[in-house]
């Protein structure tokens, strides 16, 4: 499998606790030179995320997750991210779950 892009490892790597990581943005450029980004999380970071809105009312008192760019990860950690990364790029199915953004409405 081709490494992830180099600009992937570079946001990547300046997460705390790299093996725990459950909630990080990722931009991709690939060789094309389109841009690609996506929030991962993971169902148990969304669980957390809307226990504690339930507390600080945030969406409703937590009755709703919204995030426009979601692709979910199973499991936490850079390594697992960058993993699904590489495979999602090698396939070409990063066009399918990321949103682009090098383009203009």
Same mark, same amino acid.
């Given at each position: 499998m081709p490494a992830p892009p180099s600009s992937l490892i570079s %946001?990547? %790597?300046c997460a705390p606790a790299l093996t725990v990581? !459950?909630?990080v943005d990722v931009e991709v *450029? #690939? +060789?094309d030179g389109s841009r690609w980004s996506a929030t991962l999380l993971t #169902? *148990? !970071?969304i669980r957390r #995320?809307? +226990?504690r809105w339930k507390v600080t009312g945030e969406c #409703? +008192?937590?009755s709703y997750f919204q995030c426009a760019d979601l692709v979910i990860f199973e499991r936490g950690g850079i390594e697992t *991210?960058? +993993?699904l990364l590489g495979r999602l790029v090698s396939t070409g199915q990063i066009r399918d779950a990321f949103v682009r953004i090098d383009i203009e409405n």
């Open positions: %946001s990547l %790597s990581v !459950e909630n *450029a #690939l +060789d #169902l *148990a !970071e #995320l809307m +226990d #409703l +008192d937590g *991210a960058t +993993d």
